[in-house]
């Protein structure tokens, strides 16, 4: 399904209640008034599949396919008149069929309709994503998809892997990445280590949509000039900080260069409906969506909302001829510990209820690394399966197709699907906001009554993947098809879990780059649920204060939190975009009248917005780096670190 400029073969699927002929037509756009035939008519018959010629693309016309019961109305030419009159659909660029090679033909009410595989899916002929996997559309779809043709691992079972520990290939990243964080860190302190104890930092970067991605790249290019970057063990990120390690990572491009490219993609805007600024999408970038949608739709894994907003991200934001064919799994490949710290990112199970701060404390994490996908826990079994292996059908711990991969752009749509909460959550927060509608939102609970326990627990949409613990021994979900999975900022915008010690990770010194929204009205909520995340499970962490006192110590550009006797508890460092010009000297770039609170949103920046975004989370972070060299020398010292 790849767009071309040479002619090039399509197919008819006839099913209708008897032949059906077809002919190509080219319809004039600035002179002439008739459309010419370009090849004799086929006919094609009952229950049958025929190939037809595709002109090559004209600046001149419009291609059109069209049909009708009898070839005597296929004319040589034929005027506007009789074209209207007879079934078509267009097959071209500026008709939307060039997306398709494939095409049907129905009877309807004794008239014949046509379809392309996307229409055909909303023609009631076909109900679902399901069925459409049982047509020969989706057999021509699966043969001809880049994804599935050059899987790496396309002839490679997988089998789930159940424990605590790190996985093989994560260990070896991380313990050859250990002697390039030692170097930096005894640059960074100006004192050697022993190595007897070099301390795991994770950055831990907050969602926020487009905000989150951009202050992340700002709080990044402070590490990397400060000379602290390859200090980092850990990138940890949700939402807009996953999508931003993600554009990093994926491209291999430097900071500076990765800086130029999303500036220049947030100004064209988000490429969805609703944001009536942005840049239409190309006739390729289209066709690249739709093979993407149909793809997963023909190997017969679950498509949502979710796919959509993935594959849109995936166009604007990754590198790439295809963008719609990265993959995770690649992301390290060729291994890069002396450049790039270990990247995890997360979702959260979309099953249960998110409607109070307690419910969701109770939601349970999922892990995405370049190596595997699973979540630490009774609730999944400590079940992890291989990144490239996720998207399969699992029955007793082993894969049973050889089904690629989910691709990196529907990831970073179920990592940034802050629109997957529950009703229950939208009522709640509505609520108090909802002015003269508040009766109207009461009555509508009242009326839904008993209907209301079930209908409750429904989100807008999630990301579904099939069950790799399906039929796993001791695994709580073995029963169910589908996973559910949903943006983590759902529970809470700092995804601090992987890193926690809950599972097999640990990290000594957490940095927290937080671009929640919520900043600049009460501080970072966020800081303190992960606090609570701590102390639910056990784990130290150092007293986060609570109300006024949160706000207090939270809404400004940097904060330190650390238990001054206990070493086992981590050092927390907190840096965010809350502008203080009394404590940071900023760049005369940066306007007095700027506000960095912009909404989640917000897709779509100038060029002015984004650079002054970045620049001030760079500079909160760069010029709070003496204090947070002298409380990672603390942390080091307290530890008995340093070289005697």
């Known amino acids: 399904m790849q767009a071309q400029q040479s002619p090039n073969m399509i197919t008819i699927d006839n099913q209708?209640?008897?032949?059906?002929?077809?002919?190509?037509?080219?319809?004039?756009?600035?002179?002439?008034?008739?459309?010419?035939?370009?090849?004799?008519?086929?006919?094609?018959?009952?229950?049958?599949?025929?190939?037809?010629?595709?002109?090559?693309?004209?600046?001149?016309?419009?291609?059109?396919?069209?049909?009708?019961?009898?070839?005597?109305?296929?004319?040589?030419?034929?005027?506007?008149?009789?074209?209207?009159?007879?079934?078509?659909?267009?097959?071209?660029?500026?008709?939307?069929?060039?997306?398709?090679?494939?095409?049907?033909?129905?009877?309807?009410?004794g008239v014949l309709k046509s379809y392309n595989p996307l229409s055909y899916l909303g023609s009631g002929r076909i109900r679902s994503f399901e069925e459409f996997a049982q047509t020969q559309a989706a057999r021509l779809v699966v043969k001809d998809s880049v994804l599935i043709q050059e899987n790496p691992f396309k002839n490679t079972q997988a089998k789930v892997r159940v424990g605590k520990q790190l996985c093989p290939d994560e260990k070896i990243y991380v313990d050859e990445r250990r002697q390039y964080v030692k170097e930096a860190l005894s640059q960074l302190c100006g004192q050697e280590l022993s190595g007897s104890y070099v301390p795991t930092i994770a950055a831990i970067n907050s969602g926020g949509g487009a905000r989150a991605m951009t202050c992340m790249l700002g709080f990044h290019l402070a590490l990397q000039n400060t000379k602290a970057l390859n200090a980092i063990m850990y990138d940890v990120g949700l939402s807009g900080g996953a999508w931003f390690i993600s554009l990093w990572m994926n491209s291999r491009k430097t900071l500076a260069e990765l800086k130029n490219h999303i500036r220049s993609q947030l100004k064209l805007g988000s490429s969805i409906i609703i944001d009536v600024g942005s840049r239409p999408l190309s006739a390729k970038e289209r066709a690249q969506i739709v093979d993407a949608l149909l793809v997963r739709a023909a190997i017969k894994q679950p498509v949502t909302l979710v796919n959509v907003w993935g594959a849109l991200?995936?166009?604007?934001?990754?590198?790439?001829?295809?963008?719609?064919?990265?993959?995770?799994?690649?992301?390290?490949?060729?291994?890069?510990?002396?450049?790039?710290?270990?990247?995890?990112?997360?979702?959260?199970?979309?099953?249960?209820?998110?409607?109070?701060?307690?419910?969701?404390?109770?939601?349970?994490?999922?892990?995405?690394?370049?190596?595997?996908?699973?979540?630490?826990?009774?609730?999944?079994?400590?079940?992890?399966?291989?990144?490239?292996?996720?998207?399969?059908?699992?029955?007793?711990?082993?894969?049973?197709?050889?089904?690629?991969?989910?691709?990196?752009?529907?990831?970073?749509?179920?990592?940034?699907?802050?629109?997957?909460?529950?009703?229950?959550?939208?009522?709640?927060?509505?609520?108090?906001?909802?002015?003269?509608?508040?009766?109207?939102?009461?009555?509508?609970?009242?009326?839904?009554?008993?209907?209301?326990?079930?209908?409750?627990?429904?989100?807008?949409?999630?990301?579904?993947?099939?069950?790799?613990?399906?039929?796993?021994?001791?695994?709580?979900?073995?029963?169910?098809?589908?996973?559910?999975?949903?943006?983590?900022?759902?529970?809470?915008?700092?995804?601090?879990?992987?890193?926690?010690?809950?599972?097999?990770r640990k990290a000594d010194?957490?940095?927290?780059?937080?671009?929640?929204?919520?900043?600049?009205?009460?501080?970072?909520?966020?800081?303190?649920?992960?606090?609570?995340?701590?102390?639910?499970?056990?784990?130290?962490?150092?007293?986060?204060?609570?109300?006024?006192?949160?706000a207090e110590a939270t809404k400004k550009p940097f904060a330190i939190f650390k238990h001054e006797t206990d070493p086992e508890v981590p050092l927390v460092i907190y840096v965010s975009h809350y502008i203080d010009r009394s404590a940071i000297t900023y760049h005369s770039s940066i306007s007095k009248e700027f506000d960095s609170d912009f909404s989640t949103f917000k897709l779509r920046y100038s060029p002015q917005e984004f650079d002054q975004l970045c620049l001030v989370a760079q500079q909160n972070l760069e010029q709070s780096m003496d204090k947070i060299k002298e409380a990672i020398r603390w942390k080091i010292a307290q530890r008995g670190g340093f070289a005697a």
Not at 71 to 95: D, R, V
Request: charged content about 20%; proline content about 6%.
């Open 16 to 109: 209708a209640s008897k032949p059906v002929y077809a002919a190509v037509y080219c319809e004039p756009i600035l002179f002439g008034s008739h459309l010419a035939r370009e090849f004799e008519p086929i006919e094609v018959g009952i229950a049958s599949q025929e190939p037809i010629m595709r002109p090559k693309r004209s600046s001149a016309c419009r291609r059109h396919l069209v049909f009708a019961y009898s070839p005597a109305k296929l004319e040589k030419q034929i005027s506007e008149a009789q074209f209207k009159n007879l079934e078509h659909i267009g097959i071209g660029y500026t008709t939307g069929g060039r997306l398709f090679d494939y095409f049907y033909v129905i009877e309807k009410d």
């Open 313 to 504: 991200l995936a166009t604007r934001y990754l590198y790439g001829p295809n963008p719609q064919a990265k993959r995770l799994s690649l992301m390290l490949s060729g291994n890069y510990p002396s450049r790039y710290p270990f990247p995890i990112f997360t979702a959260i199970n979309a099953y249960g209820y998110d409607d109070t701060i307690e419910s969701r404390m109770r939601m349970n994490w999922y892990e995405f690394t370049p190596y595997e996908v699973g979540g630490v826990g009774n609730w999944l079994g400590d079940a992890f399966v291989p990144t490239w292996a996720f998207g399969r059908k699992f029955e007793n711990g082993l894969s049973q197709n050889f089904n690629p991969e989910y691709d990196l752009g529907l990831l970073m749509g179920i990592w940034g699907s802050a629109f997957a909460v529950s009703y229950a959550r939208v009522y709640e927060e509505l609520l108090p906001v909802s002015g003269g509608f508040e009766r109207v939102l009461k009555f509508a609970r009242e009326k839904l009554d008993d209907s209301w326990v079930m209908f409750q627990e429904k989100r807008i949409s999630v990301a579904k993947a099939h069950n790799f613990t399906k039929n796993l021994s001791n695994a709580p979900y073995k029963g169910m098809q589908k996973l559910l999975m949903a943006d983590a900022g759902i529970v809470f915008n700092l995804p601090y879990p992987p890193v926690s010690g809950h599972g097999a």
């Open 509 to 550: 010194i957490l940095l927290f780059f937080d671009a929640s929204e919520s900043i600049n009205e009460h501080g970072s909520d966020a800081l303190k649920r992960a606090e609570q995340y701590a102390f639910r499970y056990g784990l130290k962490f150092p007293k986060i204060p609570e109300g006024q006192a949160l």
